[in-house]
Each structure stands twice: as C-alpha cells, then as structure tokens.
C-alpha cells in the first residue's frame, strides 16, 4: 500500500512539474493506477487476461463465422448474435490492450486524447449493446408471443434498421457524452484509479462546474440503460405469461430454451453494469467497483459466445458440422 502511495505521488509531483504547477494548465497526460493493489500478482494477471482476450477474440469470431456459413443459422436471432459477437470483440479491443500494458508495467500513461478516443469507443459500443439486447428481446417476444406473424414482421430489412438504429443511438450516446466533457477545463491530478478511461473518474479530474455534465450523464443513462432494461423487462414479463400458458411442458420448455441464452446474457450485462454505477466508489468499495467494471468489459465479451454455443443446439450443429467437415 506504502509503494503505491509512493506512486501516485512520483506521478503527481512529474505532472505538477511539467505544467508549472499551475492551474490553468490543461492535462495533457493521464496516469492509469490500475491493479496497484495486486502488485505481487502482475505477471499472473498479464498471462490470465491475455489468455482471457485471445479466448475472446477467437471465441466471437467463432461465433461470426458460424453465423456466416451455416444457412440454419441465417435468421433474425443470429443476426443479432453476429452484431453482438462484433461489439464484443471492439469493447475487449478497446479495453484489453491498454490494460495489459498497465498490469505488466503497474500504471502507464496515456495521453489525454487517448484517453478520450478510448472512452468514446467504450461508451459508443456498451451503448449499442444496450440497444441490441433490447432488440434480440424483442426479436423473441415476437417468436414466442406472436408466431404466426413473426416470419412476416421481423424481415430481414427490419433487422438492418434495427441494427443500423442500434449503431447509430449508441453512437449519438457517446457523441453527447464526449462533446459535454471536452467542454471541461482539467487541471487536477492527472491520477485515474482505474485500467481504463472511465467517464466518471476522468470527469473527477476536472476543475469546473460539472453540474450540467452530470445531468446529460443521468439523461443518457435513461435512454442507453433504463429505458432498454425496461423494455426487456416487459418483454420478457409477456414472454413468460405466454410461456405459462403452453398446455405441454415440452411445448415450454422448448419456447423457454430459445431465449434462455439472450436471458443469461442480460443477466450477466446489466447486473454488473449497475452494479458499478450504483455502488459507492470511495474506499474499499473502489476495489470492487474495479471488479465489477473488469466483469462486464473483460468477462461478458468472453462468456457471450459460450452461453449461446452451450445453450444452443443449433450453434452446436453448426460447430459440430464444421468441425468434422
């Protein structure tokens, strides 16, 4: 605990040097803390979450091929799953690299552009997740609730604008986010507690007013995160009703099993999303918190290909017909 207090104020006195130590100077660079509680354990953790990226690349490229070449698997569904497996694999590639420059090396730095380029593409694809979630929820409500009209609604030009609108909501997200902390005159520690540009910790660093910051953060949490969470919601609320009312138990469970894996997902995504944004960070809560973040940035990318290739028979055909042939 002493040597990172050492750190920090190594990194605070090199940054107050090189801006005269004056406040009206910009940041130019930020040092990213990282795991510098977990010292003894940094070679480890480079080999674990090397090994973790690379699983996760070839895990959703898997999934993107499969997709691809099987034609049992050209419906709406797996569409979706192909642009989920994408974002995926932009999120971890996003986040990976930087973090595991920051194990190996206990902190780095970064420069403040690029640390706004990475908070940006952070924000740009967890918000298109939230928005593609929501549509593979409403792609089963319509297979579940309304099966005689689903092959009807849900054509393949309804998807891509579907997808399309996914993309661009979550780009208009992080395109208001971004805009509103540029805004912000930073001449604080350049210090983040973090291994990657967060935007609350980055906003901490600022010197102004960050009242209005804050509010557009609250209304962007509304349209990118409660607002899909509650469609999803709903959307399974009817799920389940209509579920209950299947005369057969194979009948249910065999509706229940096509969104069993989108369900899991969920689960997993916005329960440690807020979680992290929910919880104190002060503390040792930080640590946790830093967890939490590590689950959904580092962990859902990795998980998303298996619970849909372990809880799907026809992912499974497909890997099995591509494997012998």
């Not at 902190?107 to 928005?131: D, K, N, P, R, V």
């Not at 909501?169 to 967060?198: E, K, M, P, W, Y």
């Not at 919880?279 to 973040?293: A, C, D, H, N, Y």
Request: aromatic share 12%.
């Amino acid at each position: 605990m002493a040597a990172g207090n050492d750190l920090m104020e190594a990194v605070n006195a090199q940054f107050l040097a090189g801006c005269g130590a004056s406040p009206k100077n910009n940041i130019t660079v930020i040092f990213l803390l990282g795991f510098h509680d977990m010292d003894r354990f940094n070679v480890f953790l480079f080999i674990l979450l090397l090994i973790v990226y690379c699983v996760t690349i070839c895990g959703n490229s898997l999934i993107i091929k499969l997709v691809c070449i099987s034609k049992n698997l050209h419906s709406p569904m797996y569409f979706f799953l192909t642009q989920l497996s994408v974002a995926d694999i932009l999120l971890t590639t996003d986040i990976s690299p930087f973090m595991l420059d920051i194990v190996l090396h206990q902190g780095a730095f970064i420069s403040f552009q690029g640390c706004i380029t990475q908070l940006y593409f952070f924000i740009f694809i967890e918000g298109f997740e939230c928005f593609i979630l929501t549509m593979m929820s409403y792609d089963r409500y319509l297979a579940i609730c309304s099966p005689l009209y689903y092959v009807t609604i849900m054509n393949h030009m309804l998807c891509i604008k579907l997808v399309v609108a996914s993309w661009l909501l979550g780009c208009l997200v992080a395109i208001i986010l971004i805009h509103g902390i540029t805004q912000l005159h930073f001449c604080r520690s350049n210090i983040i507690d973090h291994f990657f540009c967060d935007y609350y910790p980055l906003m901490d660093l600022s010197c102004s007013d960050v009242s209005m910051r804050l509010i557009e953060a609250i209304l962007m949490c509304i349209l990118a995160i409660i607002l899909p969470f509650v469609v999803i919601v709903i959307s399974y609320v009817c799920i389940v009703l209509t579920i209950i009312r299947i005369s057969t138990s194979s009948g249910r469970q065999k509706s229940f099993s096509t969104c069993s894996s989108h369900l899991t997902v969920v689960s997993i995504f916005y329960g440690t999303l807020i979680a992290t944004y929910i919880l104190p960070k002060e503390g040792q809560m930080k640590i946790f918190s830093k967890t939490l973040s590590l689950l959904y940035t580092v962990l859902t990318p990795l998980l998303n290909p298996f619970i849909y290739s372990l809880r799907n028979e026809d992912i499974k055909k497909a890997l099995r017909k591509v494997t012998y042939n």
